[in-house]
């Protein structure tokens, strides 16, 4: 069993920045890779990034290339999301995933954190 608790959500405005935390506990978080989603309102749940068991390899959806930087700090079981040039299209409930793959997301998931820009 994993548990996995998202904070650093908020109230931003466009353009600005804001850094997501994952913190997990129960079994092995080193060797998982992990993910971010998120979920608009009315809209599915969709990929935001992944990051492989070292930090090595990471992958974006399109939509936040360039803008998002996701990382993990093994020794903290965390990882992050750094979020900068927000806007209100990135507006949604932020989850972590671990077991993230390429094809579907992993079996656990947080509780979610808000985030929300403003115009």
């Known amino acids: 069993q994993v548990q996995l608790v998202e904070s650093g959500g908020g109230l931003v405005q466009a353009g600005g920045s804001l850094r997501l935390s994952c913190a997990a506990s129960g079994r092995t978080f080193s060797g998982a890779a992990m993910g971010w989603f998120r979920q608009a309102p009315g809209k599915e749940r969709d990929f935001v990034a992944m990051?492989?068991?070292?930090?090595?390899?990471?992958c974006y959806a399109d939509s936040v290339k360039g803008r998002f930087t996701i990382s993990r700090d093994n020794a903290k079981n965390t990882v992050y999301l750094q979020m900068s040039s927000l806007n209100v299209e990135d507006t949604a409930v932020y989850y972590c995933?671990?077991?993230?793959?390429?094809?579907?997301?992993?079996?656990?998931w947080g509780q979610g954190t808000q985030v929300t820009v403003s115009s």
């Open positions: 995933n671990a077991g993230t793959t390429i094809l579907r997301p992993g079996a656990y």
């Open positions: 990051i492989n068991w070292n930090g090595g390899n990471t």
